[in-house]
Every structure is written in structure tokens, then in C-alpha cells.
């Protein structure tokens, strides 16, 4: 049992550095879409130059950081979430209702990357390329559904873990803020006196 222990121990880091790895990435992908629609504007406004590659090439990074940041939002733990129910729960019944719901979610990114994989495969093989005039291989936009799929389910896999360990040893808060309050200091505010 310890050896199992130890080996997903060294699981948990090494999706976790991927995990980081492709948050990182993700922002960098960011960044980058906004760099080439910000040249495409100025190459067709101020130069008069038709563009041809600039929209599609920042559409294939916005899908990259959809889909391969989401392993990197749900490791921080900043879904959205609708928890106007889930906070008024006693902690122990919670932590079980994370669990499940994340359970139930982990089943759905793994049928998603269950099917997206053969779909990308499919480009590969048939050697499909965009439309447009700069034509580039579909095999590359295609992957980041499956891959960040992939990378999400088993960030949910030691997201669960986590939170199965915290209930074992009763780590658990008390209150809760909701989460868009979450990452927010809360101050008082007092009124103008008159």
C-alpha cells in the first residue's frame, strides 16, 4: 500500500507540473492572440495590406487556452460556480457534494476525450488542412479539445483525491464565501457621518 501511495504521489506532481506547464502556456497563447490581431489591424488599416493567416492563427491559440488552460483553472479551483446552496451545507456534506459533482464532471471530460482523440486522429490521417488561403493542418486546432480533455480529467482525478483525503482527515472549513467572493478581501464600509 505505501508503494501504491508513493506512485501516485509522483502522479499528482507530474500532472500538476503539466498542469501549470499549459496554464502557462495558455496565458502565453493569450497574449499572443492579442499581438496578432493587434498587427493584423495595423498591417490592413494603416498599411492597406490584406492579412491572411492573423485571424485564423489567434482563433487556434483562443481555442488552445480554452481548452488546454482549463486543467490550470480547475487545479486553482476558479470555475465558475453556482454555489448559492452549496454554501449553506454543513462542511461534511460539502466536501461529499464537491466530490460527486466533480466525479460527474470527470465522467464528462473523459467521454469528451474519449471521442475528440480518434476525431484529431482522423485529420492526421486524411492530412485535412483549413479552407483559407493560408491553409494550415487541422490536426494542430483539432488536438486541443482532446488534450486539454485529457489533462482536465486527470487534473480532476487528483482534485478528487484531494478532497477525498481532506474529508478522511477532516480538513474541512466551516464557512465558505461564495466564490466570486472568494479571492476578494471583504472590508466594512462605513457611512459619511453628517
Same mark, same amino acid.
Given at each position: 500500500?505505501? *508503494?501504491?501511495?508513493?506512485?501516485?504521489?509522483?502522479?499528482?506532481? @507530474?500532472?500538476?507540473? %503539466? $498542469?501549470?506547464?499549459?496554464? !502557462?502556456? &495558455?496565458?502565453?497563447?493569450?497574449?499572443?492572440?492579442?499581438?496578432?490581431?493587434?498587427?493584423?489591424?495595423?498591417?490592413?488599416?494603416?498599411?492597406?495590406?490584406?492579412?491572411?493567416?492573423?485571424?485564423?492563427?489567434?482563433?487556434?491559440?483562443?481555442?488552445?487556452?480554452?481548452?488546454?488552460?482549463?486543467?490550470?483553472?480547475?487545479?486553482?479551483?476558479?470555475?465558475?460556480?453556482?454555489?448559492?446552496?452549496?454554501?449553506?451545507?454543513?462542511?461534511? *456534506?460539502?466536501?461529499?457534494?464537491?466530490?460527486?459533482?466533480?466525479? @460527474?464532471?470527470?465522467? %464528462? $471530460?473523459?467521454?469528451?476525450? !474519449?471521442? &475528440?482523440?480518434?476525431?484529431?486522429?482522423?485529420?492526421?490521417?486524411?492530412?485535412?488542412?483549413?479552407?483559407?488561403?493560408?491553409?494550415?493542418?487541422?490536426?494542430?486546432?483539432?488536438?486541443?479539445?482532446?488534450?486539454?480533455?485529457?489533462?482536465?480529467?486527470?487534473?480532476?482525478?487528483?482534485?478528487?483525491?484531494?478532497?477525498?483525503?481532506?474529508?478522511?482527515?477532516?480538513?474541512?472549513?466551516?464557512?465558505?464565501?461564495?466564490?466570486?467572493?472568494?479571492?476578494?478581501?471583504?472590508?466594512?464600509?462605513?457611512?459619511?457621518?453628517?
Amino acid at each position: 500500500m505505501d *508503494t501504491m501511495k508513493k506512485v501516485f504521489h509522483i502522479f499528482v506532481r @507530474i500532472i500538476d507540473g %503539466l $498542469t501549470v506547464l499549459t496554464g !502557462w502556456a &495558455a496565458a502565453l497563447c493569450l497574449v499572443a492572440a492579442a499581438l496578432i490581431v493587434t498587427e493584423a489591424v495595423i498591417v490592413r488599416k494603416l498599411l492597406g495590406i490584406s492579412t491572411i493567416w492573423q485571424i485564423e492563427a489567434s482563433v487556434f491559440l483562443l481555442i488552445f487556452a480554452v481548452f488546454v488552460g482549463a486543467p490550470f483553472v480547475q487545479k486553482n479551483d476558479h470555475h465558475l460556480n453556482v454555489d448559492l446552496v452549496i454554501i449553506l451545507l454543513n462542511p461534511r *456534506t460539502r466536501e461529499i457534494t464537491l466530490i460527486v459533482v466533480s466525479i @460527474i464532471t470527470c465522467i %464528462l $471530460t473523459a467521454i469528451l476525450a !474519449w471521442y &475528440a482523440w480518434p476525431m484529431w486522429w482522423e485529420t492526421v490521417i486524411n492530412n485535412e488542412h483549413s479552407e483559407s488561403l493560408w491553409g494550415p493542418p487541422l490536426w494542430i486546432p483539432f488536438l486541443f479539445l482532446p488534450l486539454g480533455m485529457t489533462l482536465l480529467f486527470l487534473q480532476y482525478i487528483v482534485y478528487i483525491w484531494r478532497k477525498i483525503e481532506q474529508l478522511r482527515k477532516g480538513d474541512l472549513k466551516e464557512k465558505v464565501l461564495p466564490s466570486e467572493l472568494a479571492d476578494v478581501k471583504m472590508k466594512e464600509e462605513t457611512a459619511p457621518s453628517e
